[in-house]
């Protein structure tokens, strides 16, 4: 086993055990943040039609707002977050399907196949030696031309902002796994399949929103 592999496995584990717990009251500790996130979800969203991937998709936050012409494919490694996922489905107004599946291998997914990847705060959780497995699997089944967008929370460059998150990211590294020192940006741009098409900040310097595409074959 190569070492990027134990770290995967391992990762992969500690994660599942953490989520095991946090699935429980994830959303009760994610609603201070989430009134600010649900006044983007539709915006971020809005467009995005057709065979959709999400991956990353935790308790459905994103899937009432997909259009009714989108059909959702969400994938999550915890059977628990899906669990809760499965009831906001039901009440989403475009087809869902929900998958157990390892963002860093979609062995169950075709190549080629999906006109979006969407991502709210997965990379943030992905550690940095394992985030370009997981964009290789992202342009392997997005098809020729197909488009993503992911969404994340970074550092800030202003001390006063950046003093209170890092007041907060041990709370955030044990609840969820997340980290705001990843370098998800910097992966993309050495991906030669892809085009980053737009990036910008959403809220201050922090929550980093970027859009792209698979160059076509």
């Known amino acids: 086993m190569t070492a990027q592999s134990k770290l995967h496995s391992g990762f992969i584990a500690s994660l599942a055990r953490k989520y095991r717990v946090t699935s429980w009251f994830y ?10 996130y649900r006044q983007w979800r539709p915006h971020l969203l809005k467009n995005v039609e057709g065979e959709v991937l999400e991956a990353g998709v ?3 936050r994103n899937l009432k707002h997909y259009p009714t012409a989108a059909h959702v494919t969400g994938v999550d490694l915890s059977p628990e977050m899906l669990r809760v996922a499965k009831k906001r489905a039901r009440k989403s107004a475009c087809s869902v399907t929900l998958l157990q599946q390892d963002a860093l ?8 196949h999906f006109d979006w990847y969407i991502a709210t705060f997965l990379y943030c959780v992905l550690p940095d030696e394992l985030q370009p497995r ?4 992202m342009i392997r089944v997005l098809k ?6 992911l969404l ?10 950046r003093r209170r998150q890092e007041f907060l990211a041990p709370l955030a590294e044990k609840l969820y796994g997340a980290r705001f020192d990843r370098h ?3 992966y993309l741009r050495e991906k030669d399949q892809i085009k980053i098409s737009r990036t910008r900040y959403l809220k201050a310097d922090t929550y980093l929103f970027i859009e792209g595409r698979k160059k076509p074959s």
Request: proline share 7%.
């Open 27 to 36: 959303d009760v500790l994610d609603y201070p943040w989430e009134r600010q």
């Open 58 to 60: 935790g308790t459905g």
């Open 105 to 112: 291998h979609l062995s169950d997914l075709p190549s080629n």
């Open 134 to 137: 997981a964009l290789e699997e």
């Open 144 to 149: 020729p031309g197909g488009r993503f967008k």
């Open 152 to 161: 994340e929370i970074v550092y800030s460059k202003e001390a006063r902002l």
């Open 184 to 186: 998800t940006l910097e």
